[in-house]
């Protein structure tokens, strides 16, 4: 065989393939508690180079040492969204069987922009949109569904079809188009997560025309001050075009009041986007749907798959309840791509509806799991993960010296550790100390977000494996690490907690 086709052949792809999925195994089959175990750039980039042949001329041979050496390193290194010491972000812990299905992906690299390319993806697209419809209420025959790489991308493909459906000339001219006119702009609650703002800019819309509407004590817009707010926009001469209401926000997975919004979105001729990123799983339990109650009212809803519904990252579902709407976020031609006289295979095309040309087929790990499991997999994990976070909220309330930040709606809980002996100043700079070190210790990995100005811990629960013990061991290394920041020094004022 000529040297080069050597690492094409099958019995090789047999062999590393076995090498991985004896690594993956090992991985997943280790229960240990494990946080983030951090390595310096520069020691991690000597020993990735280390495991780089030295051969310059030549193609080297397969090492099946030095692919076990590569998978141990990957694993190690970074977050252990399998281990229930992983509290702090929202990417998932995956059903392993999604993670196959990517692996076949990636073998057989079929781009599912285009029906031709990508068949069975761009049908089953159409299956899943069909499926997780039944959870939104939009009549079956006028929504329209397509897969991005990401909710801030979704976010923006969503904020460009509003922008082009609410000012169409916007997309060909700019803004010159409307020189006499009240300038775009985007309201948001003021938690809303950074992409829509980052959006605005990428549109040139500007961070100046986000409207940030004020928040309630739960964290959600407030509607009390909903429409004075839009009222103050109209006279600084802005034009909302698109309100962007969350479904559990980044923070502290607050759900906006989508009903409510709705109803003034559509008094003001305003587009309804809902950021549902993280919560919109909840859909798909009958106990917890309600948390997005008006979602049908809704002109437009972003979804990530690879947060509540465990599938590999990225894989973002974008929703719009008109389909004809779905195709003006972009208005171009492009004779390489886009058909002249589109077909029945070409009415499947996403190409046009999206920024990506060349786009993974991210729906299948959801449609394969979704297939063989059906919607109660993710309805009880998702409802066992919610469940939990109630019941270290209740933990908390017991506990003297830490304080609850919230009541969460969904799996994210914000608390602080704040004993008597801590002075109000004291309390941001202690929040952020204590979650640093845990964080070097590696057994738990938390994070942290700012809650009016002041620090909070966060923990996110997206692992099943999580008990309340865990997280009972969670509190007591952070007891620990704040009474050796005080120098040891005991609570005589003991701190009423749990305040909420």
Known sequence: MTQWLKPFDVRLFRESSETTVAKLEKHLADLSIKGLSLTEPAVLSRAARALMTTEREHIAGYDEDRLAAIIDLYVRTGIQVHSPGYMGRQFSSTVPLAGVIDFVSSVVNQPSSFYEAGQLPNVVEKIMADELNRFIGWPPDSFAMVTTSGGSLANLTALLAARNDRFPGFWTEGSAAYPDQARPAIAVGDDVHYSVSRTAGVMGIGEAQIVRLPLNGEQQIDMDRVRPALDAAERRGLRVFCLVASA????????????????????????????????????????????????????????????????????????????????????????YVFDEEPDSYAALD??????????????????????????????????????????????????????????????ILCFRYRPGWVRDEDVHRLQVTIRDRIKLQGTFFISKVDIGGVAALRVVMMNHLITEEHFRMLLAEIRAAGQELSGGRQDDQQHVGGRR
């Not at 906006?256 to 909840?282: F, K, M, N, T």
């Not at 919607?375 to 939990?388: H, P, Q, S, V």
Request: glycine letters at 6%.
């Open 248 to 335: 559990g926000t980044t923070s502290v997975g607050a759900f906006d009041p989508i009903d409510r919004l709705a109803q003034v979105a559509a008094e003001r001729d305003i587009w309804l986007h809902v950021d549902g990123a993280h919560g919109a799983s909840l859909l798909v339990s009958d106990q917890l749907r309600h948390r997005l109650k008006g979602i049908e009212l809704a002109d437009s809803l972003t979804w990530d798959a690879h947060k509540m519904m465990f599938t590999p990252a990225p894989c973002t579902l974008l929703f719009y309840r008109e389909k004809d709407k779905s195709r003006r976020a972009f208005r171009q031609r492009a004779s």
């Open 350 to 411: 996403s190409g046009g509806k999206t920024i990506e040309c060349t786009k993974r087929p991210m729906i299948m790990p959801l449609w394969v799991v979704w297939a063989m499991y059906g919607r109660a997999l993710f309805a009880e994990k998702i409802e066992y993960l919610c469940r939990l976070t109630r019941d270290v909220h209740r933990i908390l309330l017991a506990e003297p010296d830490f304080e609850t930040a919230h009541y969460p709606e969904s799996n």
